[in-house]
């Protein structure tokens, strides 16, 4: 039963008797990994208070062959992303961000799909406020397309016929990806106006400025990456997260 040390994003946290926490952590070089803190609830504890869903640190955890749980010795804490809680959009985001994860990442090695997360996270608590939305979308966009399900614009996703570079574009979230004329005929599609299309664009990118969103446009994206994950990386499983994220309750209070 090896001790190992990595990298490490809480990203869940349940309790577990009196004294012990349950967590799923994503690891840098394990992959998505439960763990059990013995103690962690004791006033003592010498985890204190580090295992806070969406806690940065150090973890160090003995590994159990063919089992689900280990147990967790240590958690250094480096970052605690206090300023997320501070806003319900910045802290709705990255719960949905943590949730795909949770859900999709697998227990392997995938250093990049972490990496993803983490620098997610510090943009999200970074970012301008006019900007979080859209830079929402952009980043769980970009954590589906790491995790192996980035949308196809270039081309039909069906056919590989080219597209024309203007006028609206029809979008098939079952199918993953943009569709040309004949296809779209046959197949159920959402159809993309001309700015539409742009801003899905310049979402997709990660270096082109964030598009300037108004309330129903960027109530639409949310729909579109919402049905897209749903299919693609949810298998079926309800994202409580991701509906609270798209659907931004706060807003109509």
Known sequence: MPLVSTP?????????????????????????????????????????????????????FITKENRELHTLTAF??????????????RYAAASALTEVMLRVAPPDPHPESFDQLRDALAALESSA??????????LLWRQAGVLGFAPSLGACVLDGSPLSPRGAMAFSASEGGALCPACAAQHEAA????????????????????????????AAHRRLLA????????????LPALEFWMRRPWELS
């Open 8 to 60: 490490a994003i809480v990203l869940s946290a349940l309790r577990y008797s009196e004294t012990s926490k349950i967590v799923r952590l994503a690891t840098r070089d394990y992959g998505v990994q439960s763990a059990i803190a013995k103690g962690a609830l004791r006033p003592r504890s010498r985890f204190g208070a580090a295992l806070q869903v969406l806690s940065e640190g150090q973890a160090q």
């Open 191 to 218: 159809q993309l106006p001309q700015r539409s299309r742009d801003d899905l664009v310049n979402l997709l990118e990660p270096d082109a400025p964030l598009p300037v969103l108004d309330a129903r446009h960027a």
């Open 129 to 138: 406020p006019e900007t979080v939305e859209a830079l929402g979308i952009r």
């Open 76 to 89: 250094d804490l480096t970052r605690l992303h206090a300023g997320l809680a501070g806003a319900l959009d």
């Open 227 to 238: 049905r897209y994950i749903r299919y693609h990386l949810a298998e079926g499983a309800e």
